[in-house]
């Protein structure tokens, strides 16, 4: 469900409790709504109040968390793949090919986990990465500081592999849709107390 969705659910919800809560109060004797009766609805108003505000609390930070967690797993995954770009940039033989396909997989994860090609979605988004580890494996490194960099740019795509696969397969945080259902009713209650006590003064 998506935030307008939760939105539109809400406010309708909240509006349905002021209007229960008006009808309520209009078919209520007067001895119904004597001042005990008022400080009960505010106390267990404000007791439901308090909990609604500590749920949405909790939610607000889980949310943050998890946004603050992926924004750091995405600028490790950027830093790797330039750190990538780099090690292939410097190695002799030239590997334009392989740089090529690098960025390919940056173009395809792009699109693919934020929409900006719909193409992208169907296809698999790991396979430009497979091409480039694939060419890294088939090299013949005569000296050692070749062979240290492929070693690097082996060992770079190997996490490349592991984190796009993480970030394509972890799904966006969602609220749980029981949890979603308590929040709004204690919401509608909230209102229908207001609603209610308002009008048993006026």
């Not at 796009?164 to 209650?189: S, Y």
Request: include cysteine; glycine fraction near 6%.
């Amino acid at each position: 469900m998506n935030s307008i969705n939760v939105m539109a659910v809400t406010f309708g919800c909240i509006c349905a409790a002021v209007a229960v809560g008006t009808f309520i109060r209009h078919r209520l004797h007067e001895h119904h709504l004597t001042s005990p009766t008022q400080e009960v609805v505010k106390v267990s108003a404000g007791i439901v109040a308090t909990l609604t505000a500590l749920v949405l609390g909790l939610l607000v930070g889980g949310s943050k968390q998890f946004y603050d967690s992926k924004v750091a797993e995405l600028r490790t995954f950027v830093v790797n793949i330039s750190l990538l770009d780099r090690s292939m940039s410097h190695y002799e033989p030239s590997l334009m090919a392989e740089r090529r396909h690098l960025g390919e997989f940056t173009k395809i994860m792009l699109g693919g986990l934020w929409g900006t090609d719909p193409t992208a979605a169907r296809t698999d988004l790991l396979a430009p990465l497979d091409r480039v580890r694939d060419a890294l494996r088939r090299l013949s490194p005569q000296a050692d500081p070749q062979k240290f960099a492929q070693s690097r740019m082996i060992g770079l795509t190997d996490t490349l592999m592991l984190a796009g696969a993480q970030m394509i397969e972890t799904d966006d945080a969602a609220i749980p849709p029981p949890l979603f259902v308590i929040v709004d009713g204690w919401l509608a209650i909230i209102f229908w107390a207001l609603r209610f006590s308002r009008r048993s003064t006026e």
